[in-house]
């Protein structure tokens, strides 16, 4: 990453180096992570027992320091997942749920998030401590004279579509439109359209990115 000394009000200009394909950086990541294949492979294969497995595996590697945490998670992916892209960054504490998900090209998946069922596009940003989960029916409470854990419950699979940015600890469970930004500590409840701007519990748009106005 590297920084610009232009102040902006208080805020320094950023470039995310992370997300550009060339430099000796990447070609040693490239380089570490086929080094890292005896390892790495026979987890993921292993992963196709169930998802108890995938998980388990997917748990240990989260805890792994970002070097050389950030290649063995992205290695171990690449085989596990239903799919997963180029130049994808899951950092410290990110954990799937499930190994049936499939993640899109430049992806950063920010430290301690959990992804249950959900597909992710290309270019999408998730922040720190965020959650996707299986929709919003997670568990029935429909009869009161037995516990609700006994009920059993119900998922979908949630969209993120390309080029969203989730802030930090959202709770996402319903479906996400290309280009959408949902707020830090947003919570969604239903889907939302394209180049929204949402915020809140739950979250509603304020504004579109086409339009400054707010809605």
């Known amino acids: ?11 320094t200009d950023v470039e995310y180096l992370q997300f550009q394909q060339g ?16 390892v790495i492979w026979p ?18 590697l989260s805890v ?13 992916y690449r085989f596990a997942l239903r799919r997963c892209g180029k130049n994808c960054l899951f950092e410290f504490g990110a954990v799937f749920i499930y190994s049936d998900v499939e993640v899109g090209d ?15 596009g290309n270019d999408v940003l998730i922040g720190e401590r965020c959650t996707f989960l299986s929709g919003m029916k997670q568990h029935k409470f429909d009869r009161a004279d037995i516990p609700m854990n006994l009920q ?15 802030g930090s600890q959202s709770v996402v469970m319903d479906d996400l439109a290309t280009g959408c930004i949902i707020g830090a500590g947003s919570v969604v409840t239903k889907a939302i359209p394209g180049n929204s701007i949402a915020v809140g519990n739950p979250a509603k748009v304020v504004r579109s990115r086409l339009n400054s106005s707010e809605t």
């Open 1 to 11: 990453m590297s920084r610009e000394e232009v102040q902006q009000g208080g805020y």
């Open 23 to 38: 430099g000796w950086v990447k070609v040693l990541q490239r380089v570490l992570g086929v080094l890292s294949w005896p």
């Open 43 to 60: 987890m993921a294969m292993l992963s196709r027992l169930s998802d108890i497995v995938f998980r388990s595996f997917s748990e240990l």
């Open 64 to 76: 792994v320091p970002y070097f050389p945490g950030v290649i063995l998670r992205y290695e171990f």
């Open 106 to 120: 430049n992806v950063l998946v920010g430290r301690f998030s959990i992804i249950h069922h959900c597909n992710i």
């Open 152 to 166: 059993g419950g119900a998922k979908k699979r949630i969209v993120i579509s390309d080029d969203c940015w989730i």
